[in-house]
């Protein structure tokens, strides 16, 4: 990781906009997991990889991750990233955007680096999905007709794309058998689906500190996510009512938010999202088994753990 690191800082530098080093080191140095970088040096690692370009992936997939979090924070118009002010508000949202865009582009200089057409395909095929995903809860959002079965095609999109991408071209970079490939690719998913459930779940209930956002955005920002869909699946007419005033129009006064709380925890949506988590981080350990026997593979049923924890 500290290899990845200097790699990231290394070229995220620009000699001629110095606006470019200035908006990504506020995000990059403003911590995050790095859970998606680990995951590819992992992959890499279990399937005895003794060359360089896992670390070379490791920073794409960080590039692809940051570059999509610039764009998301002016898409939600969020304020508040990793516990610190967005770059959309500190600078602008031009500068967010072509920022993202700029490391978007890094990130396919690096995976070209590692000649691998493999590696190529599967890391942009992963940043369409991303897109796709994001384009897709942008229509979805706001609709209270939206089902579980949309609801999960956007996270498999925006966010579980990335987490197997992760995991597989460590395996593929290190000359994996197909089944070790697969194996990564579905942990990843998992996990992926797993961690974005989390998140959706601690909105509604986590520490804004170790959220590294404000507890209640997603309700703000007007975004179905798991509890509210299962909440208004069980809602009587009054409860429908107060979701599409809140949610479909937009029209949200003091004491919303509390009372939303208040719905999700009657339905018991808040348990049953839990239960979903622990499901999909379940699914991932379980792929896992298909994976060489080492520590590293028991690490990383360590961080499906740690992922699921998060919300017990």
């Known amino acids: 990781m500290a290899s990845v690191n200097t790699l990231i800082k290394g070229r995220m530098a620009s000699e001629n906009a110095p606006r470019i080093p200035e908006v990504t080191a506020h995000l990059v140095e403003a911590g995050g997991k790095r859970l998606r970088p680990m995951l590819t040096l992992a992959g890499a690692h279990i399937c005895g990889y003794e060359g360089k370009y896992h670390v070379h992936l490791a920073a794409t997939v960080e590039f692809i991750h940051t570059a999509t979090l610039l764009h998301d924070d002016v898409v939600d118009e969020s304020d508040m990233r990793r516990g610190k002010k967005t770059a959309n508000l500190l600078w602008d949202n031009k500068s967010s955007i072509l920022v993202g865009d700029y490391l978007f582009s890094r990130s396919f200089q690096l995976m070209v680096e590692t000649g691998s057409l493999r590696v190529l395909d599967i890391l942009a095929n992963a940043s369409a999905t991303i897109a796709e995903g994001e384009v897709l809860q942008l229509t979805a959002a706001q609709d209270t007709n939206t089902t579980e079965e949309v609801y999960f095609k956007v996270i498999r999109g925006k966010t579980a794309a990335l987490f197997s991408a992760a995991t597989e071209v460590g395996g593929v970079i290190a000359s994996a058998s197909d089944k070790e490939t697969t194996a990564l690719h579905a942990y990843g998913d998992a996990l992926g689906i797993s961690f974005q459930i989390v998140d959706d779940l601690l909105d509604y209930g986590g520490a804004s500190a170790s959220l590294g956002k ?17 909440a208004i699946a069980k809602a009587d007419a009054g409860e429908r009512a107060f979701w599409d005033r809140t949610i479909a129009k937009g029209e949200q006064k003091d004491g919303d938010l509390e009372h939303a709380m208040e719905l999700l925890k009657k339905h018991g949506t808040l348990e049953e999202t839990r239960d979903a988590a622990i499901y999909w981080g379940n699914k991932a350990k379980a792929a896992l088994v298909d994976l060489p026997q080492s520590e590293m593979r028991d690490l990383l049923g360590d961080l499906t753990d740690y992922v699921v924890e998060r919300a017990v």
């Open 214 to 230: 404000n507890t209640g955005d997603d309700f703000r920002e007007r975004k179905l996510t798991l509890p509210v869909i299962k």
